[in-house]
């Protein structure tokens, strides 16, 4: 098993979740757990449950500490963010805190997560029944209402005291600090892998110029900080199977200070294709602007109120800008020997970065039809 070098797979032969529930105060007899999700970074299981007749589930995650240093720390922002949302919750009439924000269950010690003997990190959720995630969008009420949710968890945050929560991981989405760490694994060409990605190197390097324009905006003062979620993937909010509404925002390991920008563009990259994200068949790989068009209403419905006017002019370079820092990322993964991201194939961050980089190149030919829709949105 691969697990001692680095996080390529993952099976529930490499844990033993039984051990793990017996560390949080869990209703009914353990049955069992499979692995869960499409996620790149964490380990993610859902356990079962006899509680009497029914069965019931919940949601275990191994922190990967490689990517995220201090788990603690880490877990002191979700508590701070998951509670602050849930006392917004509870004060709105017919909200249901338990479904639309994540609850941590604490472990029998009091923390918010268990430590194993192997130094693993462990958390526990409480699972969101009725609910589920989409790894492509299926369509433009899919793409509004995934918006309108990340917009949501924005706003219930501006108010969120202080002090600053903690940065995660630094830098997250500094896309020249990013440019330099591809720069550097082209130099390096650790598994000689340039010769293999010369087009997307290419690629890359003729759009330099337009990696520092939002953080220069951010360093300046001119456009501000704010708590964003920073992993506004389409997969990671929950979509309500009766309604198709969005339920709840997940995934929060990278709430931290970022832009709102980031969270926009993140959204654009993940759903405006109509494809999965490591599609290899280049004709599969399209922009979809009605999806854009859904994402920008959506999203300006719940944001529009606090964005300012520089934020929503930037809308639609930030879903250029997102999709290529993490182009570069998974580029940078591929020439570096996947190394951060889960991979289950050869040539896998390959094809990621062919998707991000086609859709860039869409995007860029869109350019003026996008910005358009933003201006016409309200309110
Ligand atoms: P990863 O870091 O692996 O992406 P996520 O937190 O996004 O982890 O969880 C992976 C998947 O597990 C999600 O896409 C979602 O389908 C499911 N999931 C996560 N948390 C819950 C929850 N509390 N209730 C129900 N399903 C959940
Ligand atoms: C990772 O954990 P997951 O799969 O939701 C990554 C994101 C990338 C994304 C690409 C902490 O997100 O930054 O955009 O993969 N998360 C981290 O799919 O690096
Ligand atoms: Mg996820």
């Not at 925002?249 to 832009?259: F, N």
């Not at 300012?308 to 820092?325: H, M, N, Q, S, V």
Request: with cysteine.
């Amino acid at each position: 098993m691969c697990r001692a070098i680095r996080l390529t797979c993952c099976s529930v032969m490499d844990y033993d979740l039984a051990e793990i529930v017996k560390h949080f105060p869990l209703a009914g007899t353990f049955a069992g757990a499979a692995p869960y999700g499409s996620g790149h970074i964490n380990d993610t299981f859902r356990s079962r449950f006899r509680l009497g007749a029914r069965t019931v589930y919940t949601i275990q995650q191994r922190i990967n500490h490689n990517v995220f240093k201090n788990p603690p720390e880490l877990m002191d922002n979700i508590l701070r963010v998951t509670e602050h949302i849930r006392g917004k919750l509870a004060a709105a009439p017919g909200a249901d805190p338990d479904r639309e924000t994540l609850t941590v269950i604490r472990a029998a010690d009091g923390k918010p997560y268990h430590r194993d003997a192997a130094g693993n990190t462990w958390r526990t959720y409480i699972f969101i029944d009725g609910a589920r995630t989409y790894d492509v969008c299926t369509g433009p009420a899919q793409a509004r209402e995934a918006a309108k949710a990340f917009g949501k968890f924005q706003q219930m945050l501006v108010d969120l005291p202080g002090p600053r929560l903690r940065d995660t991981i630094p830098y997250f989405h500094h896309t020249p600090r990013r440019f330099a760490a591809l720069e550097a694994a082209i130099a390096r060409d650790s598994h000689n892998r340039c010769a293999a990605a010369k087009a997307q190197i290419e690629f890359a390097m003729a759009r330099k110029h337009e990696t520092t324009l939002v953080t220069d905006l951010l360093e300046s003062g001119a456009i501000p900080e704010r708590i964003t979620h920073n992993d506004t993937k389409l997969n990671n909010v929950m979509l309500d199977d009766a309604d198709g509404r969005g339920v709840c925002v997940i995934d929060l390991d990278t709430v931290m200070p970022g832009s709102a920008l980031y969270d926009f563009g993140d959204l654009v990259r993940t759903t405006t294709r109509t494809c999965k994200e490591d599609e290899p068949d280049p004709a599969k790989v399209l922009f979809d602007i009605a999806m854009f068009e859904a994402l920008a209403q959506g999203y300006l419905e719940t944001a529009g109120a606090f964005l300012a006017p520089k934020e929503r002019d930037l809308l639609t370079f930030a879903g250029r800008l997102i999709t290529f820092t993490i182009g570069i990322r998974f580029l940078t993964d591929y020439l570096a020997g996947d190394v951060y991201f889960k991979t289950h194939r050869p040539g896998q961050n390959l094809d990621r970065t062919n998707v991000q980089f086609r859709m860039i190149a869409q995007m860029e030919d869109q350019q003026e039809r996008m910005e358009t829709i933003v201006r016409t949105c309200a309110p």
